[in-house]
């Protein structure tokens, strides 16, 4: 994010929620502001997700993509 006030955040919180290919979104505390899940079906569906939507967004200054390359474990559950 370029800048922090509060309606800035607001407004990218609303544009966010917007967008059907986020599955999840993540307010960070540290060198990034918000990590973001997406989901599309090809390299080219990131691609356009990237020019005709996220870069929409005004107010985000630098982004960095990560890419799956295999699952290894997925879990929500966790012995006590």
Request: charge should be negative; glycine fraction near 4%; proline fraction near 0%.
């Amino acid at each position: 994010m370029r800048f922090h006030n509060e309606g800035f955040i607001d407004k990218f919180d609303r544009q966010i929620k917007a967008l059907k290919e986020v599955q999840e979104c993540y307010h960070m505390a540290g060198k990034v502001d918000f990590f973001l899940k997406i989901n599309l079906e090809s390299l080219d569906a990131y691609h356009e997700f990237i020019r005709l939507k996220l870069s929409k967004i005004e107010n985000i200054g630098v982004l960095e993509s990560y890419f799956v390359l295999k699952e290894i474990v997925q879990t929500t559950e966790y012995d006590i």
